[in-house]
């Protein structure tokens, strides 16, 4: 585990480690993000403050969603120490933008659809921001296949897992799929007929149906039935998320469909030209 940067390479800042990559994946997320803007020929100012409401979203909601973790209050964190302190989830991040993003829209009265432009940035920033996740945290459960990583008992007991014993990499499992999903958004699916905004609306719900999977080796404590508190809480948002997809498919409205305008221009210049 290389909770520093210093830990990582010798000579660098002893800077915390998951700070730097989730950073950097924000970055990242930005340049892309300004590129695909460029593209679709976005240009309403007011995108800045739909940006500001997603960034201030995520990170509100990224500790609040661990905040109440024990029926006992007495064990939890105060609010103050829990947002400057507590630990992050990625899952609560994602709620929290769609909610800033969403508060933003009311506030500054923009109209459009916006999740084509961050569906691709999203995925590329869980990419980056994953490696810190794999440099830092604890990896998985126990597997007994040799791609497992095994850590020595410092490690191990910062981390709360078992010294020597090969562990599931479930964030390489996760880095692994944002990348294919960053390359399908980025080099097929937002040059496809996809309505407008339900790029995000299908990458979500494919990372939902993954973290679903992947959080039987990632460790986390089971809370209720056999499940963590993420599954808990994709078991409530996947069959939505699924509702809202074969809902606008069956009524033909998970595609994008010409300007009646536009078609009706190509239909008399074609006919001009027969």
């Known amino acids: 585990m290389f909770p520093t940067l210093r830990d990582l390479i010798p000579w660098l800042p002893p800077v915390d480690t998951h700070a730097v990559f989730v950073a950097l994946g924000l970055g990242a997320a930005g340049v892309v993000f300004l590129v695909e803007r460029r593209r679709r020929g976005v240009s309403d100012p007011r995108v800045a403050y739909i940006v500001l409401g997603a960034l201030m979203g995520a990170a509100v909601f990224s500790r609040l969603g661990t905040w109440a973790q024990h029926l006992d209050p007495s064990r939890n964190l105060s609010l103050i120490d829990q947002l400057a302190y507590g630990n992050a989830s990625m899952l609560s991040a994602l709620v929290g933008a769609w909610l800033g993003v969403h508060v933003a829209k009311r506030i500054v009265r923009f109209p459009d659809r916006t999740g084509d432009l961050f569906a691709p940035a999203v995925a590329l920033a869980m990419v980056i921001g994953r490696i810190?996740?794999?440099?830092?945290?604890?990896?998985?459960?126990?597997?007994?296949?040799?791609w497992g990583i095994v850590?020595?008992?410092a490690a191990a007991a910062r981390v709360g897992a078992e010294a020597g014993v090969p562990?599931?990499?479930?964030?390489?499992?996760?880095?692994?799929?944002?990348?294919a999903a960053f390359a399908l958004l980025w080099f097929w699916l937002r040059h496809r007929p996809v309505a407008a905004g339900e790029t995000l609306t299908l990458f979500i719900a494919a990372y939902a149906l993954f973290?679903?999977?992947?959080?039987?080796?990632?460790?986390?404590?089971?809370?209720?039935?056999?499940?963590?508190?993420?599954?808990?809480?994709?078991?409530?948002?996947?069959?939505?998320?699924?509702?809202?997809?074969?809902?606008?498919?069956?009524?033909g409205t998970l595609r994008e469909?010409?300007?009646?305008?536009?078609?009706?221009?190509r239909t008399t210049s074609n006919a001009q030209h027969a």
């Not at 562990?167 to 990348?179: D, K, R, T």
């Not at 080796?217 to 809480?233: C, D, H, Y």
């Not at 469909?257 to 536009?262: G, L």
Request: glycine share 12%; aromatic share 10%.
């Open 257 to 265: 469909t010409a300007d009646p305008e536009t078609e009706s221009g």
């Open 151 to 153: 850590l020595d008992p």
């Open 132 to 146: 810190g996740c794999l440099l830092t945290e604890k990896p998985g459960t126990p597997t007994g296949g040799g």
């Open 167 to 179: 562990l599931h990499p479930s964030f390489v499992y996760e880095i692994v799929f944002h990348a």
């Open 211 to 251: 973290r679903f999977g992947v959080e039987f080796v990632r460790g986390n404590e089971v809370a209720w039935l056999g499940l963590t508190r993420p599954q808990l809480f994709l078991a409530v948002t996947i069959p939505l998320l699924l509702a809202r997809i074969v809902w606008m498919a069956r009524r």
